[in-house]
């Protein structure tokens, strides 16, 4: 079975970093496209980040750019999400998520629907 968790969340000033991670499990040699989803108190999930299988496809939410980083180790079956400069507006929970497809498309990218599997996230919050 397929199955994702999540660890890194906690506490930060605004300012500081947090290093999240995502374990993989039940994949075998499926290196599906992968990435990170985070939702707010009261706001709907968003997307913030995706990789494909190589690494060499990344898209990130424009809020983001320049402060996160996403990257993935195959061998461990292990997906990161880098968090610097993390501002009150990126508190919320953090959802690791796969698509079933090993590469990821720029057309809705940050659509969640195409993404069927989901771990149970991981609660960022960040003080001001």
């Known amino acids: 079975q397929e199955q994702l968790m999540e660890s890194g969340g906690g506490s930060v000033q605004a300012g500081g970093s947090l290093r999240l991670s995502c374990a993989a499990s039940?994949?075998?040699?499926?290196?599906?496209?992968m990435g990170w989803f985070r939702q707010g108190t009261g706001k709907e999930r968003e997307g913030v980040a995706i990789?494909?299988?190589?690494?060499?496809?990344?898209f990130y939410v424009d809020s983001v750019k320049g402060r996160f980083t996403i990257s993935r180790d195959n061998a461990k079956n292990t997906l990161h999400l880098q968090m610097n400069s993390l501002e009150p507006e990126d508190t919320g929970v953090y959802y690791c998520?796969?698509?079933?497809?090993?590469?990821?498309?720029?057309?809705?990218?940050?659509?969640?629907?195409?993404?069927?599997?989901w771990g149970q996230g991981t609660q960022v919050t960040v003080s001001s």
């Open positions: 998520a796969a698509r079933r497809s090993y590469e990821c498309y720029e057309y809705n990218w940050s659509d969640q629907d195409n993404f069927g599997i």
């Open positions: 039940g994949f075998g040699d499926r290196r599906y496209c």
């Open positions: 990789i494909n299988r190589s690494g060499s496809t990344i």
